[in-house]
């Protein structure tokens, strides 16, 4: 069975400081994989999509990593700003015929402080 | 274009009632899925169309839970005689599956907030 971890559960820093979320899993079978924000009593905006074959993808500030070989994704967020504020998930996507479930991990809670 | 949409965005309902939650996906998404949300239990899958069809249900936790999907588009799921632990957020998201693996990206609506009291 699929895990995902992402280890802290909760992180707090001061305003521009650049921030690493990290997300491992246990199956290194070849999987997409989706970083989301969540903001409190909101649904999930999707951030950034990696797909198996890439090892990274960027947009703005943002930064992910993929490594299958070592079960880990990395999400960087650049000179961090309290609007980055929410709740940060990872979710693997096991790409089948049948459909890409995601499977997520239990997400980091993050608080830039002005 | 808009987005994915659910409705009730809350919902209380007594222990022992049904509920139906609703969602529209993104028009022209093929894919639609169905996510709960809850304390202690993080997001966790519960059943996926393809068209009108569901093949994975796997993530239904009782028989109390049903969806359907009618007309490639609108989804409803339904909690029968609902129990205090089905409290929770109940997630729906829809993605467009051709041939590119960049059209697996999942785009989720705001939730259904549900409270069983």
């Known amino acids: 069975k699929q895990e995902v971890t992402q280890i802290p559960a909760a992180l707090s820093v001061p305003e521009g400081e650049n921030l690493v979320l990290n997300c491992s899993f246990t199956?290194?079978?070849?999987?997409?994989l989706q970083w989301f924000r969540q903001d409190p009593g909101k649904g999930l905006t999707s951030l950034l999509l990696?797909?198996?074959?890439?090892r990274e993808q960027t947009s703005g500030r943002l930064n992910a990593s993929l490594d299958k070989s070592s079960g880990r994704s990395t999400l960087y967020i650049a000179a961090s700003q309290p609007g980055d504020s929410a709740t940060y998930l990872c979710?693997?996507?096991?790409?089948?015929?049948?459909?890409?479930?995601?499977?997520f991990g239990g997400g980091t809670r993050v608080l830039v402080k002005p | 274009g808009a987005g994915v949409s659910q409705s009730p965005s809350n919902k209380v309902t007594e222990k022992g009632k049904d509920v139906e939650l609703r969602c529209d996906p993104i028009?022209?998404?093929?894919?639609l899925y169905w996510y709960r949300q809850s304390l202690g239990q993080g997001l966790e899958f519960l059943i996926y169309?393809?068209?009108?069809?569901?093949?994975?249900k796997s993530g239904l936790p009782s028989d109390r839970f049903s969806a359907e999907r009618t007309g490639g588009s609108v989804s409803t799921l339904t909690i029968q005689r609902t129990q205090q632990e089905d409290s929770a957020v109940y997630l729906c998201?829809?993605?467009?599956?051709?041939?590119?693996?960049?059209?697996?990206?999942?785009?989720f609506g705001p939730g259904t907030r549900l409270t069983v009291t």
């Open positions: 998201a829809s993605s467009l599956i051709t041939g590119t693996s960049s059209s697996y990206e999942q785009y």
């Open positions: 199956d290194s079978a070849i999987y997409n």
């Open positions: 990696i797909q198996s074959s890439q």
């Open positions: 979710a693997l996507i096991m790409i089948k015929a049948a459909g890409n479930k995601l499977t």
């Open positions: 028009s022209g998404h093929t894919a």
């Open positions: 169309f393809q068209g009108n069809s569901a093949p994975d």
